[in-house]
């Protein structure tokens, strides 16, 4: 008699260890299920215009803005027309610039590359600006949103009629703007 009784009960332990051990391997097949993706899906897209300002040349005196056209997912080129004042001087400036986005992700995540400027002024003596130098930086890009910072160093050359003024100086830029697909 006492042997009937185990029997049931082995039973359903077998049966509720069968079913439990069936659910864990089956979460374990699920967690380690690879991904679907193929190496020939095409890449999610990323933003390859921008367009921006930067507040703090607007409070130091310069009033342009900048477009960015990223024709591949890692380099973009950057330029910004300027009206600059300084003073009683007044005048255009241009700078352009390569970026190489480090991680590919179009507009978004850091940069770096070289940049070069000129710029012109009118008043006594016509004065030239011309530089060259490099930048990096990070730009985030939230929707439609971009948020910039690049830090770097420029070498200027300064004309003043016959006078030339050369040497080195700081780069800061904000950009605070848009950034299209």
Sequence with gaps: MQHQRRTPAAIIFFLLATVASHAAAQRVVEAAAPSQALGSDPSPPVARIALSADPLAIYLGSYGFSMEYAPSRSQSLWLSPAWAKSGAREGLSLELAWHVWILGRGLDGPFLGPVAGIGTARGAGHPLQV???????YQAVWGGLAFGLGLGVDYDWRRRGDEVD???SLRVR???GWAYL
């Design 166 to 168: 050369r040497g080195p």
């Design 174 to 176: 904000l950009a605070f």
């Design 131 to 137: 530089r060259a130098g490099a930048e990096v930086g």
